[in-house]
């Protein structure tokens, strides 16, 4: 689907919506369908093109397995919407059952622990052993496989398609799509939230979901508002297309790995990801600091350029000239190539059958971290009516859609199907660092 066919033309834009959406990535862009599905008029607005970002970039896994208690619900609640999703449009849903992979007695004890943690919830997550975990993989191993997590309602969506293919949803209940054009800011007058300037121009609202991954930090910091978040680079590689028996996603500890439609395979490995030192690291140390220290085994800190580049990048600006919204359209980060072609390494001698893949692609992504790696899915008490849907912490493809329905629950005032307490921004609110 090509941007140019798809997307309003900026003088289109309307004088005023229901709702403006900053962020077309499939937080926005989910949240917009819920809110076109319920007659509002909703408009989206992205300063690139649509899942430019985080969201084409993902591994594609749709999981429960692993996940904190307090995300459970909104995953079951996404199973559900992606298979409705998939009736209406192609996205490359498929549910192929999903599984964490262990070897030693303390892998196994950390399986069941968490899924011990999950009960009262009702997954269909399980604990396999011997020949059944065989009977999942389908595919012969070298390695010593004695215990897995797995979900036979877990699966795949495929990134590339998955954003845009809502996105046809919206547009086809009269939601209205606006590429290229970068939120600069909220209008607010007398402290009432009036509107969002653009760059192209304002458009009237008294409702506003700020769904702008990696840059919500910034939007927020802008408007007095304290949103303890950080980015992770994470890395990913896909392969040429491969004749295998392994048709569901695996973690392997030092690989991962998931069919794909193309016939491919997406491969990386949870260890993938860096964390540069950067000025908001240092002021959000007290509240990072016991993250990185528990994810310290999966988690490489590194000092580097980007500490300058955000140094210089202004955390306060007007809203009638360009903002650092505008200057860069799309986060780029290449890969970090050595790590992913070890997981492909790692995943090689555990299947044999890996072993004439060959790398066809190999891409970054930033991904939006909070302290507790849990989303922030709240309205801004200082604002009323401005919501946040951010901080998804590398885990916020797959509940996507249930996370946008959540937040459409919310903007409209409905009671909520889901308990969004968990995900609260008030729970960073007390004895804040300076911003
Ligand atoms: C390598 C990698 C692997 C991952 N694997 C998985 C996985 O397997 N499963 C899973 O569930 N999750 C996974 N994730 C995480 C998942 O991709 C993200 O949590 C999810 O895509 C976040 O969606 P989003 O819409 O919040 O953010 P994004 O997709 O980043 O979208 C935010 C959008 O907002 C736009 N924007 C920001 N500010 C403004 C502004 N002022 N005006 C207009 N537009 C603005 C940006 O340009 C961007 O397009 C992975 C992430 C990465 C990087």
């Given at each position: 689907m090509s941007s140019k066919e798809t997307t309003r033309m900026?003088?289109?834009?309307?004088?005023?919506?229901d709702v403006a959406i900053i962020g077309g990535g499939i937080i926005g862009i989910s949240t917009a369908w819920a809110l076109a599905k319920a007659g509002k008029h909703v408009a989206v607005f992205e300063?690139?093109?649509?899942?430019?970002?985080q969201s084409s970039r993902n591994w594609g896994w749709i999981r429960c397995?692993?996940?904190d208690p307090a995300e459970i619900p909104l995953s079951l609640r996404a199973n559900q919407l992606w298979r409705d999703i998939q009736q209406q449009v192609?996205?490359?849903?498929?549910?192929l059952g999903l599984a964490y992979l262990g070897e030693s007695a303390q892998d196994k004890e950390d399986l069941q622990q968490w899924l011990d943690t999950v009960q009262?919830?009702?997954?269909?997550a399980r604990l396999l052993e011997g020949t059944d975990i065989e009977q999942v993989l389908r595919e012969p191993s070298t390695?010593?496989?004695?215990?897995a997590a797995y979900s036979a309602q877990d699966g795949v969506a495929e990134p590339h398609m998955a954003t845009a293919g809502i996105a046809q949803l919206v547009r086809e209940l009269g939601g209205e799509i606006f590429e290229h054009?970068?939120?600069?800011g909220l209008r607010l007058q007398q402290g009432q939230l009036t509107g969002v300037v653009t760059e192209h121009g304002e458009v009237a609202c008294s409702k506003v979901v700020l769904a702008?991954?990696?840059w919500s930090r910034m939007m927020c910091r802008n408007h007095g508002v304290f949103l303890p978040q950080l980015k992770v680079h994470g890395s990913a590689l896909r392969t040429t297309p491969l004749t295998t028996q392994l048709q569901l996603p695996i973690n392997g500890k030092d690989f991962t790995c998931r069919p794909r439609s193309d016939g491919g395979y997406t491969v990386s490995k949870l260890a993938a990801s860096v964390a540069d030192v950067t000025p908001d690291s240092i002021r959000l140390l007290r509240w990072f600091f016991p993250a990185w220290m528990a994810q310290k085994q999966y988690l490489k800190i590194r000092f580097g350029r980007r500490f300058f580049t955000e140094l210089f990048t202004p955390s306060r600006f007007a809203l009638d000239t360009a903002t650092p919204f505008e200057r860069v359209r799309t986060l780029d980060p290449g890969p970090n190539l050595t790590s992913v072609q070890e997981a492909l390494r790692k995943l090689q001698h555990a299947f044999?059958?890996?072993?004439k893949a060959e790398i066809a692609q190999a891409w970054g992504g930033m991904m939006d971290v909070t302290p507790d790696a849990l989303p922030v899915i709240s309205e801004v008490a200082a604002i009323p009516g401005f919501f946040i849907g951010t901080?998804?912490?590398?885990?916020?493809f797959g509940i996507g859609p249930a996370a946008g329905e959540l937040l459409a629950q919310m903007v409209q005032g409905h009671r909520p199907d889901i308990d969004p307490k968990a995900f609260s921004l008030q729970r960073f609110q007390r004895g804040q660092s300076p911003q």
């Open positions: 900026h003088s289109q834009l309307p004088k005023q919506v300063k690139g093109v649509l899942a430019g970002e397995i692993g996940r192609d996205v490359g849903y498929r549910q009262a919830y009702a997954t269909p390695r010593p496989w004695t215990s054009c970068a939120v600069r702008g991954g990696a044999p059958v890996f072993a901080g998804f912490s590398g885990h916020g």
